[in-house]
């Protein structure tokens, strides 16, 4: 890597190597400014806008910092959302995937049983909702003794809803030598009275909204009435075509409606509520990133953590209720150097709303013509063979540096009730011939099954042995994991 990109920030040869296999090659503006800072161990305050790379931008100074041998907690990442906390796990996963790093996401609505036990094992970086993070430290499950980094992700969207004493009880109790990083897209006085009570001299950051102007996104919009959205819908994306895309509703039940609408139109479409259970939603996540499907119909808080490079259109079917909710929305478009395209349906009640988004965002949004019969006869023969053909699945991002490194995760049939325990499987494939310890990666034990990354294209060789090798005296099953 050149020193031009990623080789500038002395980083270790395991989180250079991770960072090419994710297709890192230069550093976005929010990431030159903040790696060096976190590589010095300071206090950050950074208002960026989504989808500008901040989450790599924390992760990568932060993998490269913890010390891989400290088995408790050294990282606390706070999420508004369970989505985003996942997917902050992933990434930092990823990133830190040839160290070993081990990542962990602790949200409401799992099991907490499984999430203590997860913290037992080593464990170098949490994620997690504010609520659950403070159970976990309140009941003791969550160790804090070796706490050194804390970051606050989307700051302004948490505390808009309502986690801010959550959020300061975990402060409270964490280490006071420590350091903070806070992070959000926008700057209220509540986000700022948290850098004045618990961070020390904060280096403060502030990313241009480029994403906000045509540059990444073109932003449009139509006029129409509430009567006559489901209509222009139809004919924006007969028109638009879009490869992938994010239709926003206001309200948990506007998302039911409108889902079941294109569904019967047989439209290749899911939905994401907070109404839904919660391994319902990640299971929804997961389809819409691998391209399973082209629509996905979200309400606001539902969406905030989804993290993908490719969506092409996002299309405010409802307008959202404040103009920070604007900048979330269209910021999950025109991300990762790519153009997006940003359409907001117009009520005549929604233009009190429209005045105060164009004057926070700094330009007046275009208004456009609503699509004429003969542009959406002209698109509907490309539009419905789209539709009907069978969608590609694409690879997420785990799979492609998994695929391009040599990576394969295997899943045995035992674990903890099993008493196995993570030395017993690194002594046992580093006995194989042609193996070696730095050939094994992360390593996760559960109740009853267990997860190892077999590293550097050794994982058929490992597969075939295993077949027939005991752990700790027990014969397991063992198979390539889905």
């Given at each position: 890597?050149?020193?031009?990109?990623?080789?500038?920030?002395?980083?270790?040869?395991?989180?250079?190597?991770?960072?090419?296999?994710?297709?890192?090659?230069?550093?976005?503006?929010?990431?030159?400014?903040?790696?060096?800072?976190?590589?010095?161990?300071?206090?950050?305050?950074?208002?960026?806008?989504?989808?500008?790379?901040?989450?790599?931008?924390?992760?990568?100074?932060?993998?490269?910092?913890?010390?891989?041998?400290?088995?408790?907690?050294?990282?606390?990442?706070?999420?508004?959302?369970?989505?985003?906390?996942?997917?902050?796990?992933?990434?930092?996963?990823?990133?830190?995937?040839?160290?070993?790093?081990?990542?962990?996401?602790?949200?409401?609505?799992?099991?907490?049983?499984?999430?203590?036990?997860?913290?037992?094992?080593?464990?170098?970086?949490?994620?997690?909702?504010?609520?659950?993070?403070?159970?976990?430290?309140?009941?003791?499950?969550?160790?804090?003794?070796?706490?050194?980094?804390?970051?606050?992700?989307?700051?302004?969207?948490?505390?808009?809803?309502?986690?801010?004493?959550?959020?300061?009880?975990?402060?409270?109790?964490?280490?006071?030598?420590?350091?903070?990083?806070?992070?959000?897209?926008?700057?209220?006085?509540?986000?700022?009275?948290?850098?004045?009570?618990?961070?020390?001299?904060?280096?403060?950051?502030?990313?241009?909204?480029?994403?906000?102007?045509?540059?990444?996104?073109?932003?449009?919009?139509?006029?129409?009435?509430?009567?006559?959205?489901?209509?222009?819908?139809?004919?924006?994306?007969?028109?638009?075509?879009?490869?992938?895309?994010?239709?926003?509703?206001r309200t948990q039940e506007g998302v039911n409606d409108l889902?079941?609408?294109?569904?019967?139109?047989?439209?290749?479409?899911?939905?994401?509520?907070?109404?839904?259970?919660?391994?319902?939603?990640?299971?929804?996540?997961?389809?819409?990133?691998?391209?399973?499907?082209?629509?996905?119909?979200?309400?606001?808080?539902?969406?905030?953590?989804?993290?993908?490079?490719?969506?092409?259109?996002?299309?405010?079917?409802?307008?959202?209720?404040?103009?920070?909710?604007?900048?979330?929305?269209?910021?999950?478009?025109?991300?990762?150097?790519?153009?997006?395209?940003?359409?907001?349906?117009?009520?005549?009640?929604?233009?009190?709303?429209?005045?105060?988004?164009?004057?926070?965002?700094?330009?007046?949004?275009?208004?456009?013509?609503?699509?004429?019969?003969?542009?959406?006869?002209?698109?509907?023969?490309?539009?419905?063979?789209?539709?009907?053909?069978?969608?590609?699945?694409?690879?997420?991002?785990?799979?492609?540096?998994?695929?391009?490194?040599?990576?394969?995760?295997?899943?045995?049939?035992?674990?903890?009730?099993?008493?196995?325990?993570?030395?017993?499987?690194?002594?046992?494939?580093?006995?194989?011939?042609?193996?070696?310890?730095?050939?094994?990666?992360?390593?996760?034990?559960?109740?009853?099954?267990?997860?190892?990354?077999?590293?550097?294209?050794?994982?058929?060789?490992?597969?075939?042995?295993?077949?027939?090798?005991?752990?700790?005296?027990?014969?397991?099953?063992?198979?390539?994991?889905?």
């Amino acid at each position: 890597m050149s020193w031009s990109g990623f080789g500038q920030y002395g980083l270790s040869e395991d989180i250079v190597r991770a960072l090419e296999g994710l297709g890192f090659n230069e550093p976005t503006e929010v990431q030159r400014e903040v790696i060096p800072v976190v590589m010095h161990n300071r206090d950050i305050v950074v208002k960026s806008q989504t989808g500008s790379g901040k989450t790599a931008a924390y992760g990568i100074p932060l993998c490269e910092l913890v010390n891989w041998e400290e088995n408790k907690p050294q990282v606390l990442i706070l999420t508004p959302t369970r989505e985003l906390a996942v997917q902050v796990k992933e990434d930092l996963t990823n990133i830190g995937r040839f160290k070993r790093v081990r990542a962990a996401a602790i949200y409401g609505k799992q099991p907490f049983h499984v999430q203590k036990l997860e913290l037992k094992q080593k464990t170098h970086i949490v994620a997690g909702t504010p609520g659950r993070v403070l159970d976990h430290i309140e009941k003791g499950t969550f160790p804090l003794g070796k706490l050194a980094y804390l970051v606050i992700d989307e700051a302004d969207e948490m505390l808009n809803m309502g986690f801010i004493d959550q959020v300061e009880a975990i402060i409270q109790r964490l280490p006071a030598e420590r350091v903070t990083m806070l992070f959000s897209a926008t700057l209220p006085e509540d986000v700022d009275q948290l850098r004045q009570k618990y961070m020390r001299d904060p280096v403060s950051v502030e990313i241009q909204a480029t994403g906000l102007t045509t540059d990444a996104i073109e932003h449009a919009q139509m006029k129409v009435s509430e009567a006559d959205k489901f209509e222009l819908l139809q004919n924006v994306t007969m028109v638009e075509n879009p490869d992938s895309c994010i239709i926003f509703c206001r309200t948990q039940e506007g998302v039911n409606d409108l889902f079941r609408g294109l569904a019967r139109l047989e439209y290749p479409c899911d939905r994401i509520h907070g109404g839904m259970a919660q391994e319902e939603r990640l299971e929804v996540m997961s389809a819409f990133r691998r391209g399973q499907f082209r629509y996905l119909i979200a309400t606001d808080v539902a969406a905030r953590g989804i993290d993908i490079d490719n969506i092409t259109h996002v299309i405010n079917y409802d307008f959202p209720l404040d103009k920070e909710g604007y900048v979330h929305r269209t910021g999950r478009t025109g991300r990762a150097g790519k153009r997006g395209q940003a359409i907001t349906f117009v009520t005549p009640s929604d233009e009190g709303r429209l005045a105060e988004v164009e004057k926070y965002i700094g330009f007046r949004i275009r208004r456009v013509e609503e699509p004429s019969a003969e542009e959406v006869e002209s698109g509907r023969g490309a539009f419905e063979q789209k539709i009907y053909r069978q969608t590609r699945r694409k690879k997420d991002k785990g799979e492609q540096v998994s695929a391009e490194a040599g990576i394969m995760k295997l899943y045995f049939n035992g674990g903890k009730k099993k008493k196995l325990r993570a030395v017993d499987f690194v002594g046992t494939i580093a006995r194989i011939d042609g193996m070696a310890a730095d050939d094994i990666g992360i390593i996760a034990i559960q109740d009853n099954e267990t997860f190892v990354d077999i590293l550097n294209g050794k994982g058929l060789l490992v597969l075939q042995a295993m077949k027939s090798t005991t752990v700790k005296g027990k014969l397991l099953k063992v198979h390539k994991a889905k």
